[in-house]
């Protein structure tokens, strides 16, 4: 079992930045392929980035590529979101999540999932 916690929320301005966190717990950290997705109302949960196990190897969805920056400090079993150049559509809630397999975007190939955090974008 993994427990994940996501912290680092709030309101922002548009052009703004927030970085979220997501601290891990239970398991190896580092046995895990970590995950942001986010999920606005009324909208499915979508993809936002993954990391490899080392955090050598990232991908994203083409909605935030160059402002989203997913990044993993194994030693402290946290896995973070700097999110810079916020749009309102950004507006969502925000989960991390860990998985066995890398380079997977559908929620379903996720294995443990936080919480969630919500980031609220102002125009």
Known sequence: QV????SGGGLVQAGGSLRLSCAASGRTFSNYVMGWFR???????????GISW?????????SVKG?????????????YLQMNSLK???TAVYYCAASSVFGV???HEYDYWGQGT????SS
């Open 105 to 107: 975007r559908a929620g």
């Open 67 to 79: 402002r989203f920056t997913i990044s993993r400090d194994n030693a402290k079993n946290t896995v």
């Open 39 to 49: 999920q606005a109302p009324g909208k499915e949960r979508e993809f936002i980035a």
């Open 54 to 62: 080392t955090g050598s190897s990232t991908y994203y969805a083409d």
């Open 3 to 6: 427990h994940l916690v996501e």
């Open 88 to 90: 309102p559509e950004d």
């Open 118 to 121: 919500q980031v609220t974008v």
